[in-house]
């Protein structure tokens, strides 16, 4: 296995930084992964990858982990693209499909961010990671590090979903409940890493989450063909998952490896209850601002402050795509429009995707011919009942 990472680069000003040494933030901000695509181009057949075990493990090449033997795995299987003829007739786009996450580790897509974060960590030899969570990524990280040998501490704000909460505890990570929102808890978590040295894991303060997610946008290439869909709705909370398929589509497009020159319009999904990037995006900035009294059922939503803003505004903008936000009032309505169309239940975040859609139809900014892709981000059943008896 050769690692074709070239540098690290934050994503602020480009600043060039050396990879191999664990780093957070430059000035304040992001920073990417960086590969040498030119050498991967040259020694890599895009067909090859096909015959590979199906976890998101068979783009190595693509992925920041320099040696094997670190690697932390829980199966993360390539998730299925599965077609919504009818739920798709009924929303006026026939063509539509579902990526299904929730059949990964821990039943979120936050297991490919995190066990690319904890293979590193433990590549670094980290013996301590902690991060702020208000839903799945507690989870995800207590798992990944549990099976690495790594301790974990997560700060959740007091109203984190039950199943959230046990699932961290039950993995043996602790937990501290507190008295705020997820960026009060991300306060806390960054003072206390500073103070203990540890690895800090919250969204977008390392590199690699971001890389672990980056392979959905090389998955949804490969299974359509090499011809992404013209339009991708992903619910946006930290923007990780919006990003990663972003990059996944730009590093693509370097090596050569897409069939067709039109991108996908990626459309970031918000709660009105929490829609920090809509607003920026329709007032034409490049940076939000902390969205007050933050409010939506889905969790994973629920990010008033965000450190990425202007990375998910930037791949929103240079693909064509918009950002809008849905109340959480239509949740209900749309999961049940999903799973009795098609037998599948989504996860609140992904059912305001479903209702972006039936709204970017209404305006006229989807075509009925066009291939549109949803993303279940979890598991419906790790969130509390939709309806009351
Ligand atoms: C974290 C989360 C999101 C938001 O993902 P980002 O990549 O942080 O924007 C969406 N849906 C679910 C279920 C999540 O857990």
Redesign the pocket.
């Given at each position: 296995m050769t690692c074709h990472v070239s540098h690290l680069e934050a994503a602020i000003d480009g600043t060039r930084l050396p990879a191999g040494q664990i780093v957070t933030v430059h000035e304040g901000r992001p920073i990417w992964v960086r590969y040498d695509l030119e050498a991967i181009r040259r020694r890599v057949d895009r067909n090859a990858i096909q015959s590979r075990e199906a976890t998101l493990w068979r783009y190595s090449e693509l992925l920041p982990l320099p040696d094997e033997s670190c690697r932390v795995s829980l199966g993360e299987v390539v998730t299925p693209r599965i077609a919504m003829p009818r739920l798709g007739e009924r929303l006026g786009v026939p063509n539509l499909f579902i990526k299904d996450e929730s059949r990964l580790p821990t039943g979120?897509?936050?297991s490919r961010g995190m066990a690319m974060a904890i293979s590193m960590a433990r590549h670094f030899g980290v013996s301590h990671v902690a991060l702020p969570s208000a839903?799945?990524?507690g989870g995800a990280a207590a798992a990944y590090a549990a099976r690495a040998g790594i301790g974990t501490t997560v700060m959740m704000p007091r109203d984190t979903p039950a199943a959230n909460v046990d699932e961290c505890r039950a993995a043996g990570a602790e937990v501290r409940m507190i008295d705020g929102l997820i960026d009060d808890c991300g306060k806390l978590v960054a003072a206390e890493c500073v103070e203990k040295n540890w690895f800090n894991l919250a969204?977008l303060r390392e590199p690699y989450r971001i890389e672990g997610?980056k392979t959905m946008g090389l998955e949804i290439a490969e299974q359509f063909d090499w011809r992404p869909p013209e339009v991708i709705l992903?619910?946006?909370?930290?923007?990780?998952?919006?990003i990663?398929i972003w990059k996944a589509m730009q590093e693509l497009t370097a090596l050569g490896w897409l069939e067709t020159k039109g991108m996908p319009r990626m459309i970031a999904c918000q709660s009105s209850g929490c829609a920090p990037v809509v607003r920026a995006f329709e007032a034409g900035e490049r940076f939000s601002k902390r969205w007050e009294n933050a409010a939506t059922i889905?969790?994973?939503?629920r990010?008033p402050a965000v450190l990425g803003d202007f990375m998910i505004l930037d791949a929103v903008r240079e693909s064509g795509g918009i950002a809008l936000a849905m109340a959480d009032s239509g949740i209900a309505e749309w999961t049940a429009l999903a799973a009795a169309s098609e037998g599948l239940m989504l996860?609140p975040?992904?059912a305001i995707c479903v209702g972006a859609l039936i709204e970017l139809r209404r305006r006229g900014l989807v075509q009925p011919e066009e291939r549109v892709l949803l993303i279940n981000?979890?598991a419906a059943s790790k969130y509390p009942p939709l309806f009351a008896e």
């Amino acid at each position: 296995m050769t690692c074709h990472v070239s540098h690290l680069e934050a994503a602020i000003d480009g600043t060039r930084l050396p990879a191999g040494q664990i780093v957070t933030v430059h000035e304040g901000r992001p920073i990417w992964v960086r590969y040498d695509l030119e050498a991967i181009r040259r020694r890599v057949d895009r067909n090859a990858i096909q015959s590979r075990e199906a976890t998101l493990w068979r783009y190595s090449e693509l992925l920041p982990l320099p040696d094997e033997s670190c690697r932390v795995s829980l199966g993360e299987v390539v998730t299925p693209r599965i077609a919504m003829p009818r739920l798709g007739e009924r929303l006026g786009v026939p063509n539509l499909f579902i990526k299904d996450e929730s059949r990964l580790p821990t039943g979120s897509f936050k297991s490919r961010g995190m066990a690319m974060a904890i293979s590193m960590a433990r590549h670094f030899g980290v013996s301590h990671v902690a991060l702020p969570s208000a839903g799945n990524a507690g989870g995800a990280a207590a798992a990944y590090a549990a099976r690495a040998g790594i301790g974990t501490t997560v700060m959740m704000p007091r109203d984190t979903p039950a199943a959230n909460v046990d699932e961290c505890r039950a993995a043996g990570a602790e937990v501290r409940m507190i008295d705020g929102l997820i960026d009060d808890c991300g306060k806390l978590v960054a003072a206390e890493c500073v103070e203990k040295n540890w690895f800090n894991l919250a969204t977008l303060r390392e590199p690699y989450r971001i890389e672990g997610k980056k392979t959905m946008g090389l998955e949804i290439a490969e299974q359509f063909d090499w011809r992404p869909p013209e339009v991708i709705l992903y619910p946006t909370g930290g923007g990780t998952g919006l990003i990663g398929i972003w990059k996944a589509m730009q590093e693509l497009t370097a090596l050569g490896w897409l069939e067709t020159k039109g991108m996908p319009r990626m459309i970031a999904c918000q709660s009105s209850g929490c829609a920090p990037v809509v607003r920026a995006f329709e007032a034409g900035e490049r940076f939000s601002k902390r969205w007050e009294n933050a409010a939506t059922i889905a969790s994973g939503l629920r990010v008033p402050a965000v450190l990425g803003d202007f990375m998910i505004l930037d791949a929103v903008r240079e693909s064509g795509g918009i950002a809008l936000a849905m109340a959480d009032s239509g949740i209900a309505e749309w999961t049940a429009l999903a799973a009795a169309s098609e037998g599948l239940m989504l996860c609140p975040e992904t059912a305001i995707c479903v209702g972006a859609l039936i709204e970017l139809r209404r305006r006229g900014l989807v075509q009925p011919e066009e291939r549109v892709l949803l993303i279940n981000t979890a598991a419906a059943s790790k969130y509390p009942p939709l309806f009351a008896e």
